[in-house]
Protein backbone atom coordinates (compact mmCIF):
# COMPACT_ATOMS: atom_id res chain seq x y z
CA UNK A 1 0.00 0.00 0.00
CA UNK A 2 1.22 3.75 -0.61
CA UNK A 3 2.28 5.54 2.39
CA UNK A 4 3.73 8.25 3.57
CA UNK A 5 6.52 8.17 6.04
CA UNK A 6 8.65 10.25 8.67
CA UNK A 7 11.96 9.73 10.28
CA UNK A 8 12.83 10.78 13.01
CA UNK A 9 9.56 10.20 14.73
CA UNK A 10 11.17 11.91 17.92
CA UNK A 11 14.32 13.79 18.33
CA UNK A 12 16.26 15.95 20.64
CA UNK A 13 18.31 18.38 19.58
CA UNK A 14 20.73 21.86 20.83
CA UNK A 15 19.93 25.44 19.88
CA UNK A 16 21.97 26.18 16.82
CA UNK A 17 22.22 22.78 15.43
CA UNK A 18 21.44 21.65 12.16
CA UNK A 19 18.43 19.36 11.57
CA UNK A 20 16.96 17.44 8.96
CA UNK A 21 13.76 16.05 9.20
CA UNK A 22 13.05 13.03 6.85
CA UNK A 23 9.67 13.10 4.61
CA UNK A 24 9.09 9.92 1.96
CA UNK A 25 5.97 9.12 0.16
CA UNK A 26 5.34 6.36 -2.32
CA UNK A 27 1.63 7.52 -3.71
CA UNK A 28 3.98 8.94 -6.66
CA UNK A 29 2.31 12.50 -5.59
CA UNK A 30 3.68 15.73 -7.23
CA UNK A 31 2.76 18.10 -4.56
CA UNK A 32 4.34 18.04 -0.45
CA UNK A 33 3.98 20.00 1.96
CA UNK A 34 5.61 20.77 5.78
CA UNK A 35 3.83 21.92 8.42
CA UNK A 36 3.90 22.34 12.14
CA UNK A 37 1.32 21.73 14.90
CA UNK A 38 1.21 23.56 18.21
CA UNK A 39 -1.22 24.18 20.80
CA UNK A 40 -4.05 26.68 20.00
CA UNK A 41 -2.65 27.20 16.16
CA UNK A 42 -3.55 24.59 14.54
CA UNK A 43 -1.24 23.50 11.68
CA UNK A 44 0.72 26.25 9.96
CA UNK A 45 2.29 25.64 6.92
CA UNK A 46 6.33 25.70 6.70
CA UNK A 47 7.18 25.04 2.92
CA UNK A 48 5.53 23.06 -0.13
CA UNK A 49 6.47 21.91 -3.22
CA UNK A 50 4.44 21.22 -6.74
CA UNK A 51 7.12 19.20 -8.42
CA UNK A 52 11.06 18.30 -8.46
CA UNK A 53 12.94 21.47 -8.14
CA UNK A 54 10.00 23.58 -7.15
CA UNK A 55 10.34 25.01 -3.45
CA UNK A 56 7.87 27.19 -2.04
CA UNK A 57 7.61 29.10 1.43
CA UNK A 58 4.75 28.90 3.28
CA UNK A 59 3.12 30.93 6.16
CA UNK A 60 5.95 30.48 8.59
CA UNK A 61 9.28 29.73 6.96
CA UNK A 62 11.82 31.30 8.65
CA UNK A 63 14.41 29.41 9.53
CA UNK A 64 13.43 26.42 7.62
CA UNK A 65 14.75 25.20 4.06
CA UNK A 66 13.49 22.31 1.96
CA UNK A 67 14.95 20.95 -1.58
CA UNK A 68 13.12 18.80 -3.92
CA UNK A 69 15.22 16.31 -6.02
CA UNK A 70 12.72 13.82 -6.76
CA UNK A 71 8.80 12.82 -6.15
CA UNK A 72 9.36 11.60 -3.54
CA UNK A 73 10.99 13.30 -0.66
CA UNK A 74 10.93 16.23 0.75
CA UNK A 75 13.19 16.83 3.59
CA UNK A 76 12.96 19.56 6.11
CA UNK A 77 16.47 21.45 7.40
CA UNK A 78 16.34 24.15 10.07
CA UNK A 79 19.47 25.84 9.51
CA UNK A 80 20.21 26.63 13.20
CA UNK A 81 17.93 25.55 15.67
CA UNK A 82 15.99 27.98 18.04
CA UNK A 83 14.05 26.62 20.90
CA UNK A 84 10.83 28.67 19.02
CA UNK A 85 10.84 25.44 16.99
CA UNK A 86 10.02 22.41 19.29
CA UNK A 87 7.13 21.57 17.57
CA UNK A 88 5.60 18.71 15.94
CA UNK A 89 6.09 18.74 12.33
CA UNK A 90 4.10 16.69 9.98
CA UNK A 91 4.81 16.04 6.07
CA UNK A 92 1.44 15.82 3.65
CA UNK A 93 1.44 15.17 -0.16
CA UNK A 94 -1.57 15.05 -2.33
CA UNK A 95 -1.85 14.88 -6.48
CA UNK A 96 -1.80 17.42 -8.53
CA UNK A 97 -4.95 15.94 -10.62
CA UNK A 98 -7.75 17.66 -9.29
CA UNK A 99 -6.48 21.03 -7.49
CA UNK A 100 -7.52 22.22 -4.33
CA UNK A 101 -9.96 19.53 -4.05
CA UNK A 102 -7.33 17.08 -3.86
CA UNK A 103 -6.73 15.29 -0.05
CA UNK A 104 -4.03 15.85 1.59
CA UNK A 105 -2.51 12.47 3.25
CA UNK A 106 -0.17 13.27 6.14
CA UNK A 107 2.62 10.89 7.40
CA UNK A 108 2.77 10.54 11.37
CA UNK A 109 4.60 13.18 12.52
CA UNK A 110 8.29 14.15 14.23
CA UNK A 111 8.33 15.46 17.47
CA UNK A 112 11.18 17.55 17.86
CA UNK A 113 12.49 18.76 20.83
CA UNK A 114 15.24 21.94 20.90
CA UNK A 115 17.11 22.58 24.27
CA UNK B 1 -6.87 35.73 1.69
CA UNK B 2 -8.59 32.59 3.81
CA UNK B 3 -8.91 31.61 7.10
CA UNK B 4 -10.83 29.39 9.18
CA UNK B 5 -12.16 29.62 12.58
CA UNK B 6 -13.61 27.04 15.15
CA UNK B 7 -15.63 27.76 17.82
CA UNK B 8 -15.06 25.80 20.55
CA UNK B 9 -11.40 24.49 21.77
CA UNK B 10 -12.25 21.65 23.27
CA UNK B 11 -16.39 19.89 23.36
CA UNK B 12 -17.44 17.13 25.75
CA UNK B 13 -20.51 14.69 25.00
CA UNK B 14 -21.96 11.79 26.33
CA UNK B 15 -21.62 8.24 24.56
CA UNK B 16 -24.65 8.18 22.44
CA UNK B 17 -25.16 11.92 22.61
CA UNK B 18 -25.11 14.29 18.95
CA UNK B 19 -21.54 15.62 18.15
CA UNK B 20 -21.70 19.30 17.08
CA UNK B 21 -17.97 20.64 15.79
CA UNK B 22 -18.41 24.15 14.77
CA UNK B 23 -16.56 25.65 11.28
CA UNK B 24 -17.03 28.75 10.02
CA UNK B 25 -14.81 30.02 7.20
CA UNK B 26 -13.56 33.04 4.93
CA UNK B 27 -12.44 32.71 1.48
CA UNK B 28 -13.12 35.32 -1.02
CA UNK B 29 -13.05 32.77 -3.73
CA UNK B 30 -15.49 29.89 -3.81
CA UNK B 31 -13.88 27.52 -0.61
CA UNK B 32 -13.23 23.88 -0.79
CA UNK B 33 -13.65 22.75 2.88
CA UNK B 34 -12.23 19.59 4.50
CA UNK B 35 -12.32 17.91 8.19
CA UNK B 36 -9.72 16.19 9.20
CA UNK B 37 -9.77 13.75 12.87
CA UNK B 38 -6.02 13.30 14.34
CA UNK B 39 -6.13 10.05 17.08
CA UNK B 40 -3.41 10.39 19.78
CA UNK B 41 0.17 10.51 18.52
CA UNK B 42 -1.03 9.73 14.87
CA UNK B 43 -1.18 12.11 11.67
CA UNK B 44 -4.50 13.44 10.42
CA UNK B 45 -6.74 11.45 8.51
CA UNK B 46 -9.15 12.91 6.37
CA UNK B 47 -12.96 12.50 7.76
CA UNK B 48 -14.74 14.07 4.52
CA UNK B 49 -14.70 17.12 2.20
CA UNK B 50 -16.97 19.62 0.26
CA UNK B 51 -16.01 20.20 -3.00
CA UNK B 52 -19.46 22.16 -4.60
CA UNK B 53 -21.12 19.37 -5.48
CA UNK B 54 -23.81 18.28 -2.64
CA UNK B 55 -23.74 20.74 0.03
CA UNK B 56 -24.35 17.74 2.63
CA UNK B 57 -21.71 15.79 3.00
CA UNK B 58 -20.84 12.50 4.21
CA UNK B 59 -17.52 10.96 5.51
CA UNK B 60 -16.83 7.85 7.51
CA UNK B 61 -17.05 6.93 10.76
CA UNK B 62 -20.49 8.25 10.95
CA UNK B 63 -20.00 12.10 10.31
CA UNK B 64 -21.65 14.17 7.94
CA UNK B 65 -20.95 17.97 7.28
CA UNK B 66 -23.40 20.58 5.89
CA UNK B 67 -21.81 23.95 3.92
CA UNK B 68 -24.01 26.59 4.26
CA UNK B 69 -22.62 29.62 2.18
CA UNK B 70 -24.94 32.50 3.56
CA UNK B 71 -23.67 31.63 7.19
CA UNK B 72 -20.01 30.66 6.42
CA UNK B 73 -20.37 27.78 7.94
CA UNK B 74 -19.46 23.65 7.57
CA UNK B 75 -20.25 22.27 11.26
CA UNK B 76 -19.54 18.46 11.22
CA UNK B 77 -21.96 16.52 13.15
CA UNK B 78 -22.63 12.70 14.15
CA UNK B 79 -25.79 11.82 15.74
CA UNK B 80 -24.51 9.63 18.70
CA UNK B 81 -20.84 9.71 19.81
CA UNK B 82 -18.93 6.78 20.32
CA UNK B 83 -15.78 6.24 22.42
CA UNK B 84 -13.56 5.73 19.74
CA UNK B 85 -14.60 9.34 18.55
CA UNK B 86 -12.71 11.08 20.74
CA UNK B 87 -10.04 12.78 19.18
CA UNK B 88 -8.70 16.00 17.56
CA UNK B 89 -10.85 17.89 14.53
CA UNK B 90 -9.48 20.08 12.42
CA UNK B 91 -11.49 22.32 9.63
CA UNK B 92 -9.77 23.42 6.55
CA UNK B 93 -10.26 25.66 3.65
CA UNK B 94 -8.53 25.54 0.35
CA UNK B 95 -8.76 28.22 -2.02
CA UNK B 96 -10.01 27.56 -5.72
CA UNK B 97 -6.43 28.33 -7.31
CA UNK B 98 -3.78 31.09 -7.80
CA UNK B 99 -1.73 31.69 -4.22
CA UNK B 100 -3.88 29.59 -2.78
CA UNK B 101 -3.42 26.54 -4.74
CA UNK B 102 -3.70 23.20 -3.07
CA UNK B 103 -3.02 24.73 0.06
CA UNK B 104 -4.66 24.17 3.13
CA UNK B 105 -5.67 26.85 5.91
CA UNK B 106 -6.03 24.85 9.19
CA UNK B 107 -8.59 25.80 12.40
CA UNK B 108 -7.18 25.54 15.85
CA UNK B 109 -8.77 22.62 16.17
CA UNK B 110 -11.19 21.10 18.67
CA UNK B 111 -10.67 18.37 21.57
CA UNK B 112 -13.51 15.96 21.56
CA UNK B 113 -14.08 14.17 24.56
CA UNK B 114 -16.33 11.78 25.27
CA UNK B 115 -17.75 10.65 28.55
CA UNK B 116 -19.27 7.12 29.11
Known amino acids: DAEITQSPRHKITETGRQVTLACHQT?????MFWYRQDLGHGLRLIHYSYGVQDTNKGEVSDGYSVSRSNTEDLPLTLESAASSQTSVYFC??????????????FGPGTRLTVL | AQSVTQLGSHVSVSEGALVLLRCNYS??????LFWYVQYPNQGLQLLLKYTSAATLVKGINGFEAEFKKSETSFHLTKPSAHMSDAAEYFCAVSGAGGTSYGKLTFGQGTILTVHP
Open chain 1, 92 to 105: ASSDSGAGNTDTQY
Open chain 2, 27 to 32: SSVPPY
Open chain 1, 27 to 31: WNHNN
